[in-house]
């Protein structure tokens, strides 16, 4: 069964653990008298998220400060998806990271006016346990689970995972969602949630905080376990309007570049990339972003190689619960591949 924790978290219906992030672009000039050139927008609207696609993001917001983008970009740092879906659905943005479920919401809610550009985030996912006697799926059995991710994809991973060893989420378990990250992190912290589901950099800040938390499964390697048509756990992703993505392709594909070197940077640095993941509030504590981000499978995958990723991990949320991605399946056009 299944009960409510917190309040408001029937507002989460889209949230990610994760965490999520959307990136900037360079700016490609338009030479004077060529009027077939490709028209440029002065400022790109962007939003990213707090969390683990934020972190990959941090590096491209920091070169934005300083001038040294190739265009100019107005960020928006939300809390959670909810706070810009409408502004996506309205069309006000040019480049947001949501999560990949979504994103083909997004796309059907909207007849078509999004594409996706890039998968950012690979699985964040993690169950936590004071005590030390989970140690595979089948060992919560009978046990209470507190999670967060209501009717978003922490929900339908879980239940998916739960499903495929043989475990029903609403009779063989006992799942407590919460409406905050932070509110499941603190009730581990204190000790009053003895197992619970929870993304990076969460993770890190309970583990850290008591030493008695430790990760009991990666959600991540129990998926890859599973015989899902070679999908693999895709949660986060860049998703840029239609308008942006057919008429001002340089922009974009000059973005795509700069952030992939942001990605990588958080990659290689996450000393670096946890101090300004503090300063641009992606994540609290710098020293806990920076100790997070080996978990946090930043990523930029594009083209092709996205949309296999990507409409895999679809196909089977749609087949666990259709109304997960939109109600149906996004077709061929959701995806940006002129990169």
Known sequence: MKKIIGIAAVLLSFTL??????????????????????????????????????????????????????????????????????EIIAGRFDIAAVPVNLAAVLYNKTG????????????????????GTVHSVEDLRGKTIG?????????????????????????DVTIEYYAEHAELATRMISGDVKIGMLPEPNVTTVMTKNASVGIA??????????????????????????DFAENYKAQLNSFLDEYKKSAEYAVANPAATGTLAEKFGIVPAAAIAAKAIPNCNICMVTGAEAKEMVSGFLKVLFDADAKSVGGKLPGDGLYYTGY
């Open 17 to 86: 653990v994760f965490g999520v992030l959307a990136g900037c672009g360079p700016r490609t000039e338009n030479p004077e008298n060529t009027p077939d050139a490709e028209p440029k927008k002065e400022t790109l609207k962007v939003f990213t998220l707090k969390g683990p696609t934020g972190l990959g993001m941090c590096e491209l917001m920091e070169s934005n400060e300083k001038g040294e983008t190739s265009n100019k970009y107005d960020f928006t740092v939300a809390g959670s998806p909810d706070e810009i879906t409408g």
């Open 217 to 242: 499964l990666n959600l991540t390697a129990e998926w890859d376990k599973l015989d899902t048509g070679g999908a693999g756990l895709t949660q986060g992703c860049v998703v840029v309007s239609k």
């Open 112 to 131: 078509g006016e999004i594409r996706l550009a890039a998968v950012n985030t690979l699985g964040v996912l993690y169950v936590l346990e004071n005590g």
């Open 147 to 171: 999670a967060t991710g209501q009717g978003s994809t922490p929900e339908y991973v879980l239940n998916y995972i739960l499903k495929a060893n043989g475990l029903d989420p609403e009779k």
